[in-house]
Every structure is written in C-alpha cells, then in structure tokens.
C-alpha cells in the first residue's frame, strides 16, 4: 500500500500561492456561501464580458476563510473557470477540482463542495442582475 | 526530527519524543532481558525484577504504595478501566457517575457507553477559564453516586483543576474520586493522599517515554473489575504479557522528571509566558483560552479572530514548526473542540483556535522563531479570508 501525503503538492501550492484572491471591483456576479458544518466561508467574484453571442468570464477572484483545502479549492475553481464561457462554467463541478489538485484527503472532498456552490451562486448572481 | 535543522516541534500535548537516556535504558529488554515476568526462570524474573523495581520508582512520584499501581498499554486504557471498572464493580451501590464536559474523549466515550448500559451520567460545566467548580460537584453527588472522574489538566488549554478541594469532596461523601492525569503527571507535583485521589490515570509517552505504557494508580481497597481477562497479570486487573521494555523506559523517564521537574518547571513558564505575552501582544484580535495562572507550564492555546486553525497549522508545519488546533476543519467529525465549546466560545471563534505545547527540548530561539513566523502567517491568511481588511 502506498500513502499519499495528508495534502497533494498542488494543493499546497494552491493554498501557499493562490494567485485568484482578493476584491474585484464592479463584479459582474458575486457567489456568498458558507459551510454550515466546518464554519467555512467563501466568497467569489466573476467579471463576464460578451464575446458575440457568447458570455466569457474574463476574471474571478475570492476570498476565503477556512482551512487550507478551502483556500487551495477556491483558487482551482478559479483557475478551472477563467476564460470559459458562463454556459461551460456550470457546467464545472467538485470533481473536476479535485482531480485539478491531484488529490484530497476524504473529509475534505466538503471542501471542493464549497468552491462549486462559490461559483454557481457567482453566476446565478450574474443571472439575476442581467435581468433586471 | 526534534534535532533537525528548523523544526521546531510545540505539539508536546500530543506526544513527546522519547529521551536519549530513556532509550538507553530500554533497549537491553528487546532481545537480551526479554523474559516474560510470569515465567519460573531466571530470564523471567530478571523481567519481573525489572517490572517491580519499575512501578516502586513510578508509584514514588505521586506518593503511591508500588501495589496500588496497575501498568497498562495507553491513557485511553487506564480511563476506560478506571470508569468501567468501577462502574461495573460498584453497580450494586448505585449507577451514577459524575465527569466534567471538558473530559478527554477517551473519558467522555467510556461514560457514554456506560449510560447505555444503563448508567446515569452528569457532565458538570465549567467557567470561562475552564474551571470545573467544587461546589457544583457537591451539589452533583446523589445518594447513588459511585464515581467523580475530573481532568487534572486540560490536554487543550491546559487549565488545572482544584483536584485536592474535589477529591476532598468525594472523601468526605464517601464517592470514589479519579483523575485522569495524562498531562500532568511529570510536569506538576502530585500526592495522591493529599489530594485524595482514589484512581490516577498517567501516560508514559507524555513524559518522554515511549509509547505503549501507562498506569492505573488504584487506592488499596477500592472496588474495580478487570476489563481484560486472562493470565491474571497486575494483579488480576489487567491481564496481557508486560511490555516490560515500555514499562521500564516509561519508569526512568519519571525518574528523569522527579530529577528535573522544578527547574523544568521554572524554565517552561518564563519560556510559555514569552510566547503567550508575544503573541497577544504582536498579533491584533488574539486571545489566551483557558487560565492565565492556572495552568500547565507547558500550554499555551489561542484563537485569533478571521483565519481557520487548520490552515494556520498547515502554514506552520510550512516553516518547520508543529502546532495542533481545535478548529471543526480539523477534526474528524467536523466539530469544534468540545472543550472549547465548553468555556463558551462560538463555532467561529473555536474556528480560529491553536494550542501550541512545550517540552524539553524548546529552547528560547524556538520561541523567537515562533514569535517571527507566526504574526506573518496569521497576516496573510486574513488578506485570504478577505474580512479582515474591511474591518
């Protein structure tokens, strides 16, 4: 049997360099959630700009406060989610992030729950704005 | 890795690396001493020397006669021993017992498992500090009390329970009185005649012993029942083959302990209280849990306001150093520290939390680097977090 160490090399990168967090002014959808279980909060912001008929999204940032699994998550949905369009976005889910960071411990996998629920409350916020 | 190059080890609560003489002592008992003590024979009771010469040192440091001391294989053991066994021995006088809720979990699982059984369980809250109050003790004790299990010290924020007043109490109310001492045994004097103690539970590996061994103080007299049963070993209470390696390491560092404990003591405390008095004062939005005199020498445990404990940790073991936190997102369950919850700070604020443990071979540099590394770490979790900047 081979043990893979608690935190993959990628997430440690992630949570060590996370090169997507901070405030993004004039957000065009911003995604609040929080983890009612572990107490961790997320916050991720979309700058969508329109392609033709297509809907990219330019830039996403975050903030988040939570264990080293949150942050590195946050920062891989980020990564995952730049310069696709809003309809391939949604289509992004925890899997895909945690296949990004190589692997997560199992009581971690919430984690990447987190970052998907960040990124669909960014765009249903996008959504909601557009109609209005 | 205690004497490599920046690592700086402050998880001393969680285990302690075993001493180079302790080692020394131990190793004649692998493959040359390695008698089993029941057996008729020389080798065998060259073992059994080995294991009686052992339990009057350790019985000496808290004061106990030799035959009141049980050997077992871990803390976790000796308390489930000590309320098991008695709650199973006792049953006839009543199916009672009392604990506090900042218990080990080990204490606090056993004591569940009871009131499956059938038996009544009071779990006394404690204050702020996390004191469990003698008189709330007294009024817990009923007619069909059995046993009061109290923590000397907490293994998360170190606060030191008044064990004598209590034990006091249970004497007086004719209640069997344990303590589960896994933290303090070694570190602070204990007498368990005049704290009257009935039942002390301590742990070799806390101590800089190895693993593997531990112990049962049992006042003569006092009625408990096995849990394992057998060869009849240490005295019919705990049958298994003795780990006589384990048993002989864990009595040279007691020895080592009693030699060293005053001045260690000293050392500890200014060093502890540096740390304590640099973070609070170097880090915005920090706080102390548990008690700032009564508390172990050893201890120091935090929570800053808008950074995760895990994360903290991580960051940390990044720069060398070993650190352990009561946040939700490193536990098992996902849940806060119980014993945080318990001196009343809320999910966010127990979020936020880190216990950093000292030991022998911390010195005043390690601190320093602690006090370099760790306002930086908590700065840059909370430019993540994003809520402190708008603050």
């Known amino acids: 049997m081979t043990t893979k160490p608690y935190y993959s090399k990628k997430t440690i990168e992630h949570f060590t360099h996370p090169e997507n967090f901070g405030e993004m002014k004039n957000a065009d959808g911003i995604g609040k959630v929080g983890n009612p279980r572990c107490g961790d909060l997320m916050k991720l912001y979309i700058k969508v700009e329109k392609k033709g008929r297509k809907e990219i999204i330019k830039d996403v940032r975050f903030h988040t406060l939570g264990c080293a699994a949150a942050i590195a998550t946050s920062d891989m949905v980020c990564d995952l989610v730049k310069g696709k369009s809003v309809k391939e976005a949604l289509k992004i889910n925890y899997k895909d992030v945690v296949k990004g960071l190589g692997h997560l411990p199992e009581i971690k996998i919430h984690c990447s729950f987190l970052a998907q629920q960040g990124l669909r409350a960014a765009i249903e916020d996008y959504e909601k704005r557009k109609k209005k | ?391």
């Open chain 2, 1 to 391: 890795m205690i004497n490599k190059k920046h690592i700086v080890y402050l998880d001393y609560a969680a285990t302690t690396p075993v001493d180079p003489r302790v080692l020394k002592t131990m190793l004649p008992f692998f493959s040359e001493k390695f008698g089993n003590t029941m057996s008729l024979y020389g080798l065998g009771q060259e073992a059994k020397a080995a294991l009686e010469e052992s339990r009057e040192t350790i019985s000496d440091l808290i004061k106990a006669k030799p035959e009141e001391i049980i050997f077992t294989s871990s803390a976790t053991e000796s308390n489930n021993l000590a309320l098991k066994g008695v709650a199973l021995a006792n049953k006839n006088k009543g199916g009672h017992i009392i604990i506090s809720q900042i218990e080990h979990p080990c204490v606090m699982e056993s004591a569940k498992w009871l009131e499956k059984q059938g038996f009544q369980v009071s779990r006394i809250p404690v204050d702020k500090y996390g004191l469990v109050g003698p008189e709330d003790i007294k009024k817990a004790i009923r007619k069909d009390t059995i046993l009061v299990s109290i923590i000397h010290a907490s293994n998360e924020i170190g606060t030191i329970q008044p064990i004598k007043e209590i034990g006091k109490i249970c004497r007086k109310e004719g209640v069997y009185f344990h303590t589960d001492a896994a933290q303090s045994f070694g570190k602070i004097p204990i007498d368990v005649n005049k704290m009257n103690i009935d039942l002390l539970t301590a742990s070799s590996h806390k101590i800089c012993g190895p693993k593997g061994a531990a112990l049962l103080f049992i006042r003569e007299g006092t009625r408990i029942a096995p849990l394992l049963h057998g060869g009849g070993q240490e005295m019919g209470l705990r049958s298994s083959t003795i780990n006589v390696p384990a048993i002989v390491g864990f009595a040279k560092a007691v020895k080592i302990c009693q030699k060293e404990m005053a001045k260690e003591t000293q050392r500890l405390i200014k060093l502890r209280d540096k740390l304590i008095k640099g973070i609070l004062g170097k880090i915005e939005d920090s706080y102390l849990n548990g008690h700032p005199e009564k508390r172990l020498p050893n201890n120091a445990n935090f929570w800053f306001k808008f950074v995760e404990g895990e994360s903290i940790v991580i960051q940390l073991d990044l720069s060398g150093i070993s650190a352990s936190t009561g946040s939700a997102c490193s536990s098992a369950k996902l849940e806060p520290s119980h014993v945080l919850s318990a001196i009343g700070l809320k999910h966010q604020e127990a979020h936020g939390s880190l216990r950093l443990t000292l030991g022998r071979w911390i010195k005043e540099k390690d601190i320093d680097y602690v006090l370099k590394v760790l306002p930086e770490a908590i700065k840059r979790l909370r430019k993540i977090s994003g809520v402190y900047e708008k603050l």
